[in-house]
């Protein structure tokens, strides 16, 4: 939700800044549309009252066109737009989880990489990272990997793969010596379902957001609250929350990739 709502702000300031471009590229347009129409009228002996009327048509069809161009979202908004959408989603079907001790942190930042971290479940049956996955059915599996409709999955999972690493990581340098945690990463799928309705690869979960949460609370219990509130507290720490507002930073081109294949 956070990358779709700084992608639109950065939309917002690159649009300001080719409105004089955009305008007087229009009027140019505007310009010849006017002599054009003017000249072909001249020469079919047009009225003087049609050939004005002509052009004002003209005109206004120029304006309208170049508008609409002009403020139409890009396609990669929609797409991320439908991605925020499908992790709205994902966090009210995570809602429940408050009610049996988990806590739910949405739209954290991660170190080292350019996105974010969709949903950070933590309680009594460990530290889930949920990131959700927007495209559509069905799921088919080759020699390439998994696929959803034409679209292969194994990058992403690979990424979430390696997200969970790097969460896992980054907590463990937080908490106390001695302290072992293991985040089980999974994919929640808004529009399509995974074979079975679960799926395993690369050690990364795959569901239906509508299983996510039953999934995590039969997961059975691995931490006391004592220990559930210490790993909140890291994760709180480790990972603040995702900034919508400024400058976009440089990462690695691993990170980059990611912010790619979200798309």
Known sequence: MAEYLRCRQLYAVERKDRVGRAAAIAGVVATLATIVVSVFGALLSLAVSLIVQLVICFVMLVLVVAAVRFYRSPPE????????????????ALERLTRAGYTVLHDRSLAGSASNIDHLVIGPSGPWLVETDAHRGPFRQNRAGLWAGRVPLQPMIEMVAWMGTEITDQLAAELPEGWQVTVQPVVAFSRAAPPHGLAVFDDVVLLPVAGVADYILTAGVLLKPLDVAMLVDAAERVFPSYPVNGPAQTWPARSRLRGLLRR
């Open 77 to 92: 908004i929609e797409s991320w737009r439908e991605d925020a959408e499908a992790e709205r989603r994902t966090a009210r």
